[in-house]
């Protein structure tokens, strides 16, 4: 199966990835020979029931939501991690 | 007393008996590692003040009478697994200044026991790959061959385990990513059963497979590790409310009469000839022991590899998403921009652009390409079903078998460089190990030959949450050989 660059473009855009013209040529040359290989999934015939692909054994397990008081210390190290702050806040490039 | 190639059984009986304090351990693990890191590129950083404090509280504790199993033994941990206060890169230079805020379930179980942290591992890219050629900081190099590679994700680790840098390691499993490197490397290495072990604090790749688990000299010794970091933990909703055995109890037990299953087309002409012989060797090897060899088939293992290929990547994308660099990880500034909302997806583009390297980039595009709108049948939906057909064999294979051995990997290491530009060739490095992960099965390699001086495992793989069972059957192997002694020269 092949691929366009102009495909390669786009999923680039849907991803958030910046790529160069070297990339592009190489991600296309890639991702045709890797989704030849995997098209051979195609080949596998499966019934309706496969299709809800949902193990039995898997019981959804949860709990309370709930919020526990961390250490100043440990705020700190979070939001150090930051490139951008103000204060105790993490600043974003205006949006609107 | 050759410290660097003892196991963790026979450290705690010096440290049992006093002839060796954990702090002169830790010493001499640093020391080493200051002698043979630059060589090798195991680790990626090191942490000679913490590891001396730990030290120093484990043998205030043993002072006191205390005796865990790992209290005071020194160990490495790969770099996708979070220490509080401590830099966890992952490989990527996205994270190369980051400093993980809280630690990890399986790091706060081995504070508890006592264990001593003395580094960081080198991984491909958050994991992304079988050679540790992704990592964005350094190669890799085989310890038995420097011109090779140590195998991946979790070469480091293995790399570090085999050259004696630390007692133990833990790294993660996706699709093979303990199991390949603990074959190129010649340790054991140790895949529990997906929700066995806490995934709270490992970096996310591919959250339906993620596992970390021990990487040692020995099967004994991965049973040590698994019984500390195993169990069921709040901040991971998938971990398994399973009992915890004593994995190493009952390891001595005879394996008279188990029923052992083999594929006999994974030992076909794609295996290099001596590993042929290797395999065939170690499966004799458990036919004397008592066992009874069962031909059996996976006919549905011939998809896992292209199953992998679409799932992994699909949650990759996703669980990559995070990563925009404005919370944390590389970033441009931006401060003096983004007047606009075209401004805020510039910034995205660039980070992400700028902080992911090649293969990182390429498993986020075939995910977003999977996963796409008019694709997604075609590919996410379909490879889900799959799985199950896969599954389903392994079930149907556990009704007539206890176990099923495969080779690890086809071939030994192989040399830095020679398939960078292949990533297809990569992705079938994991040919025989992608089936146990996406079948949730827990699965070890232990070495069982040499090659041209370079080792070679065996994959023994067991039905889920069957680990006690496993760990036996490799150790019984251990103990009537000798393959897991071998050491490279440094």
């Known amino acids: 199966m092949s691929i366009t660059k102009e495909e390669i473009k786009k999923i680039a855009q849907l991803a958030r990835l910046e790529l160069n013209d070297v990339e592009i040529a190489k991600y296309q040359k890639q991702f045709s020979s890797i989704l030849g290989y995997i098209d051979q999934i195609k080949d596998v015939r499966i019934s309706d029931l496969d299709i809800l692909g949902l193990n039995s054994e898997i019981v959804n397990q949860t709990r309370v939501d709930e919020v526990f008081p961390g250490e100043p210390e440990d705020k700190k190290l979070a939001l150090d991690q930051a490139p951008e702050r103000e204060a105790d806040q993490i600043k974003v490039g205006r949006v609107i | ?490």
């Open chain 2, 1 to 490: 007393m050759k410290l660097e190639i003892m196991t963790i059984k026979e450290i705690q009986v010096l440290l049992r008996n006093k002839k060796i304090t954990s702090l002169e351990l830790t010493e001499f693990f640093l020391k080493r590692i200051k002698k043979i890191n630059p060589k090798l590129n195991i680790c990626l950083s090191v942490f000679e003040k913490s590891a001396r404090r730990e030290a120093q509280l484990a043998d205030i504790r043993i002072t006191k009478g205390e005796s865990g199993e790992l209290l005071g033994i020194p160990y490495l941990l790969k770099d996708n697994i979070l220490v509080k206060g401590l830099k966890a890169t992952a490989g990527s230079k996205m994270l190369e200044n980051y400093i993980a805020p809280y630690d990890a379930t399986v790091v706060q179980k081995l504070k508890q026991a006592g264990a001593v942290l003395l580094g960081k591992t080198n991984l491909d890219e958050f994991a992304h790959g079988a050679s540790t050629e992704n990592s964005a900081f350094s190669v890799t190099k085989n310890p038995w061959d420097l011109e090779r590679v140590p195998g991946g994700s979790s070469g480091g680790s293995t790399a570090g385990v085999i050259a004696g840098l630390g007692v133990f390691a833990l790294g993660s499993d996706t699709g093979g990513s303990i199991r390949q490197p603990a074959s190129f490397c010649g340790v054991s290495g140790l895949k529990p059963s997906y929700g066995r072990v806490s995934r709270y604090g490992l970096m996310a790749m591919t959250s339906s497979t993620d596992v970390i688990g021990p990487i040692a000299k020995t099967a004994e010794d991965c049973a040590i590790v698994l019984k500390c970091i195993a169990g069921q933990d709040n901040f991971d909703l998938t971990s398994s409310a399973k009992k915890v055995s004593d994995y190493s109890k009952n390891i001595d037990k005879k394996i008279k009469n188990l029923k052992i299953g083999v594929v006999r087309e994974f030992l076909g002409d794609d295996l290099a000839p001596d590993i042929k012989k290797g395999i065939l060797e170690a499966i004799s090897v458990f036919e004397k022991l008592g066992a009874q060899i069962v031909d059996i088939s996976l006919p549905f293992n011939k998809y896992s590899v292209p199953v992998y290929c679409i799932i992994t990547p699909s949650e990759v994308s996703s669980n990559l998403a995070r990563f925009d660099g404005i919370r944390y990880g590389h970033s441009l500034k931006y401060s003096s921009k983004g007047k606009s909302a075209e401004n805020l997806n510039e910034i995205y583009l660039r980070n992400r652009g700028e902080g992911f390297g090649a293969e990182a980039k390429r498993r986020i595009m075939l995910g977003t390409y999977a996963l796409s709108s008019g694709y997604f049948s075609a590919y996410y939906k379909k490879a889900v079903a799959v799985k199950e057909k896969i599954k389903e064999d392994f079930k149907k294979a556990f009704t007539k078998v206890d176990f099923i051995l495969t080779p690890t990997s086809p071939h030994t290491a192989f040399k830095i460089g020679q398939q960078v530009d292949d990533p297809l060739k990569m992705y079938l490095e994991d040919v025989f190990l992608t089936g146990p992960s996406l079948a949730g099965l827990p699965a070890i390699s232990i070495p069982v030959g040499l090659a041209k001086n370079l080792p070679f495992g065996l994959q023994i793989i067991a039905d889920n949450f069957m680990e006690e069972g496993l760990l036996n059957l490799a150790h019984n192997f251990q103990k009537n050989t000798e393959w897991h002694k071998n050491s490279p020269k440094l």
